[in-house]
């Protein structure tokens, strides 16, 4: 296979074997004479597809059985917006406004109740996260997103909320670093991004959170009635959580978050280091190094021409795809997942000096 | 391969070639150096994926895109349990119940307003399709569910509701008979039974509706946003849609929902003849036989030992998978979705007898 560099932010690049595995699924699972697509999510066989990649996503997150609840439901992060509120918004909760996905997500709370904006980096268009935020004691909870996509910045460090139980939209930095997951009540991530095909979100959710959950909110919104038939109220994303489950068993054979992250670092490094070291020409969109991200690296050129050109001539030489900066904000992007191989943020490197001594 | 027969009631058996295809598409989607899971939605290649599947369904259904949008949406028809009365119950609306789901969608309308259950056939277990129904003048939408996946009935005529706006779940007979869609306002279904893998629902909505939409609907629950969106108003299930596309071109080479029917006739025929020249044996559940599902064929043996005994002997001797009633009534159905083979229904006929001459 001639791979294309795909620097997609999502849908994005898949772990090879992963393909491979889900190709042959699709024609037959495991001899049974059945497509995984196929099979009844009742069966026995589909079944315990579905509670490995349970079982497995919470060992690589390092989280018990016991404390955590793992769903995989459908609807996109952007369902989760309204079902945190719908279960949990009682007195009010506490958002930070990070960019574009968290206004979304505050926009949805706002439907249901009394929502906070404790903290936003608005005021320089998202180019950092915000720092020392006094949360409302009598919260809720606190909502997070721990990577802004768009902005190419991470919270680099988890804040600390106290009792208040923190709620983190996770989707663009998933399982890409080691961090203490158990600080998190409840995260969820649309799998797009670093854990599989888009079509499934996974939810963790800390058990003991049910006992605040309101009561009457309708049935496909409710965690509860999701977590006691364990995600198979109705007929889930079935294939998309068998993908899922491959990506994890590739996670643990590589050797778990701390080997993901410390490839991650590497990849990461050696782009902004570049970028760092070429500043005239290529400008780093966030402000402060340790709120860049290590998933969407962001960056300007001296001109839109030339970022157009850019995108372009990468493409067309290269075949590296997508390397445009999301519509809202322009300049470039280059998503560099976990699934991206080094090799791919090498060739961008190549071009980036290429590209720089002709055009400069 | 050697393929199972599969009598799953979903997710359920698919076309060879478009397992064939998508088996292809995991591994690489049109020399593009990536997998149709890797494409980001919001490119050009995988929009045409997009628009072709939503262009294909309705011409298959003999609608106008001009009257008629697609959605391709996450969370199931059970979602669509919720999101129906959540834009479009403002008075009142008149629900029939025949049957589990039906009771599910009834269930979530009472969440939001004032629902008039207008009949039902739960006084014999739903084992018939009520006629001659009075529809409340004043009722915002009528609700059916077509095909009663669980007690094999389907509604052989689509009820005349005159002015009021007809909604229906469709998920298990969808794209399975020549019908009048156009009486329909709004119509869903699951994919997961007729036309692809699970994960996602297709909504075709009558555009005129929207002028009839709520007020202050949660952005992801509104009918109008994610028509406004065209279906991509965050990622959709981008794989599952792809497969979906594929059912659809398999279904208009074959000569569209004219022969679709005409094989499905067939093969409930060969099933129902059987049954109805061996009813000493074999119980058919359904009371009238216009009211028969040609999806879902049901049927009781002399005892529910004999019944268990059926299952493991179709599954042991001839790899024939799902036998099994709903967990809710128990018996034995067969689901005989559009991609079934004649040949599977036919090793069933076979097997029924030989079952029968050594058991009765």
Same mark, same amino acid.
């Given at each position: ?12 690049? =898949? ?23 196929? $099979?009844?999510?009742? +069966? ?18 390092? =989280?018990?059985?016991? /404390? ?13 917006? #309204?079902?945190?509120? $719908?279960?949990? =918004? ?7 406004? @990070? ?22 980096? /608005?005021? $320089? ?16 909870? *606190? ?14 460090? *988890? ?15 998933? $399982? ?31 058990? +003991?959170?049910? &006992? ?6 309708? @049935? ?40 993901? /992250? &410390? ?5 990461? +490094?050696? #782009? ?33 021409? #030339? &970022? ?14 997508? #390397?445009?900066?999301?519509? +809202? ?13 080094? /090799? @791919? ?16």
């Amino acid at each position: 296979m001639n791979r294309a560099h795909n620097f997609s932010a999502g849908p994005a690049v =898949l772990p090879i074997e992963v393909l491979q595995e889900t190709s042959q699924a699709v024609l037959d699972y495991n001899n049974l004479g059945m497509s995984i697509m196929e $099979m009844s999510h009742r +069966s026995a066989e589909y079944d315990a597809v579905f509670v490995e990649a349970q079982k497995d996503g919470l060992e690589i997150l390092g =989280l018990s059985p016991d /404390e955590y609840a793992v769903l995989f439901l459908g609807g996109g992060a952007s369902l989760q917006f #309204l079902m945190i509120p $719908m279960n949990f =918004l009682k007195n009010k909760a506490d958002y930070v406004n @990070t960019g574009y996905w968290s206004k979304k997500a505050i926009k949805e709370a706002q439907w249901v109740g009394n929502t906070n904006v404790v903290a936003s980096s /608005e005021d $320089m268009n998202f180019n950092y996260i915000p720092k020392n935020i006094t949360f409302s004691p009598d919260a809720d909870y *606190v909502h997070i997103t721990t990577n802004n996509t768009i902005y190419g910045t991470r919270w680099n460090v *988890v804040p600390d909320t106290g009792n208040i139980p923190l709620f983190a939209d996770m989707s663009s930095d998933f $399982m890409s670093r080691e961090l203490d997951y158990s600080k998190f009540s409840l995260m969820y991530a649309g799998a797009q991004k670093n854990i599989g095909p888009a079509g499934v979100t996974m939810v963790v959710i800390k058990k +003991s959170l049910l &006992e605040r959950q309101k009561d009457n909110v309708p @049935t496909m919104l409710n965690y509860k009635i999701h977590i006691d038939a364990n995600s198979m109220f109705n007929t889930p994303p079935c294939v998309n959580v068998y993908v899922v489950g491959r990506v994890f068993k590739w996670i643990k054979k590589l050797g778990g978050l701390a080997v993901i /992250e &410390e490839m991650n670092m590497k990849k990461a +490094s050696l #782009l902004y280091d570049y970028i760092d070291a070429n500043s005239e020409f290529y400008r780093g969109t966030v402000a402060n190094k340790e709120d860049r991200s290590i998933m969407n690296v962001t960056w300007n050129l001296p001109t839109p021409e #030339l &970022e157009q050109k850019f995108v372009k001539e990468a493409r067309e030489k290269y075949n590296m795809t997508n #390397l445009k900066g999301h519509r +809202s904000i322009g300049g470039i992007r280059a998503s560099i997942y976990n699934a991206c191989p080094i /090799e @791919t943020v090498q060739a961008l490197v190549k071009f980036m000096e290429e590209f720089k001594k002709e055009n400069s």
